[in-house]
């Protein structure tokens, strides 16, 4: 990490802060529709305010100046952008090249997520990621914003985690669009890689300096218990966490157990060509990482979480275990020949932060950050080419059916007046940053 060249960053996404969501022909999203129904979010939150991202954006990009940081990782809000029938929206458009405009005169690199969860309503009406018509219908959102935003861009991932979005959202139903059926999770997978592979080409004519990427959230899996069958219940947790989405992508097919050990009867439909266009080569693979999960055999060939005592955790409930990240990294070496480039796209902590006297005490965050810092370098130091650093998140803001309640940010957000203080763990990251500028 004491490359000249490694980027570090922070991160939000649109939904989660902001707010805005009838302004400028915004149209509704699965979120505003799943955040409205009674007990899909912790206290009745909803994003409808946020942290007034859309009304406080000019203030917000001079914070994430004042941070020295190198770059910000945002997502653009595909139902802010363009209408039902597909056409331009350009109130929405003008938002984010404002936005754009002053990143960069700020010196900020742009990391830009596409798809970040808020699918617009009217296409889940349609059948969402479960209607194979919306992988096209993505690669068109796609096509129009890198055409509005070319040149502006350093980097494009199509999409945020779609393991959270076809597995929470459509698996178990914690995330919107709130279906549980594994069958549904499998397949609305399959859509979503096919719309990024739909995507890149449109990437690569549109704003060809930029690279182009996707972003994978990960999980370690070990066990207590060194028996066969536990063994092969951590191994099955990081294959339906991890290879379900790496396979396609880097070795154009689906990993081997995953449809008729752990899910029979789940196999998606898969159209000739699939996998070719699944498999589309990439420049940068973005890495989220938050903890470790303790698996054993459920006796039914799949597995279990069972929770281990005494560890560190979190405010999510997640075990603090940075050495996952580096066993992680240096497996996905191993087991893909061709990984690419890897920028670690999220990486943070939630805790109950509180404002006294004017200063926020997270120090929790703060030996998180530089554990998971020293995981990181020491996966470099085994050969791992990783070239950058996005804390999560910028701010506190929406954390998901999690509402309010779970705080993410370096900088803490009052919700009654919009007021932004910045966390001792922001002050640390400034610290560090203008200590790396010294050598």
Known sequence: MARRDFIWGVATASYQIEGAVRADGRLPSIWDTFSAEPGKVLHSDTGEVACDHYHRWESDVDLIASLGVDAYRLSIAWPRVMDEKGRPNRRGLDFYKRLLDRLAAKGLRRFVTLYHWDLPQHLEDRGGWLNRDTAYRFSEYV????????????????????????????????????????????????????????????????????????????????????????????????????????????KGEYPAGLFDTLWPGSLPLVLPGDMEIIGRPIDFLGINYYFRSNLRSDGAHGFQDVPLEGVERTQMGWEVYPQGLQDLLVGFKARYANLPPIYITENGIASDDQVVDGEVDDSQRISFLNRHFAAVANAMDAGVDVRGYYVW???????????????????????ATQARTLKRSAKALRAFLAEREKT
């Open 393 to 415: 998140s910028l701010m506190d803001n929406f954390e998901w059916a999690f509402g309010y309640e779970r705080r993410f940010g370096l900088v803490h957000i009052n919700y």
């Open 143 to 250: 096509d129009l914003v890198s055409r509005e935003y070319e040149g502006q861009v350093d980097a494009w991932a199509t999409l945020n985690e779609p393991w959270c979005s076809a597995y929470l959202g459509y698996g178990i139903g914690h995330h919107a669009p709130g279906l549980a059926n594994i069958r549904y999770a499998t397949q609305a997978m399959h859509h979503l890689l096919l719309g990024h592979g739909l995507a890149l080409p449109a990437l690569e004519r549109n704003d060809p300096r930029a690279k182009r990427g996707i972003v994978a959230n990960v999980g370690r899996g070990t066990t207590d218990r060194n028996t066969p069958a536990d063994c092969e219940a951590a191994r099955l947790y990081e294959l339906q966490h991890n290879d379900w989405v790496l396979g396609p992508l880097l």
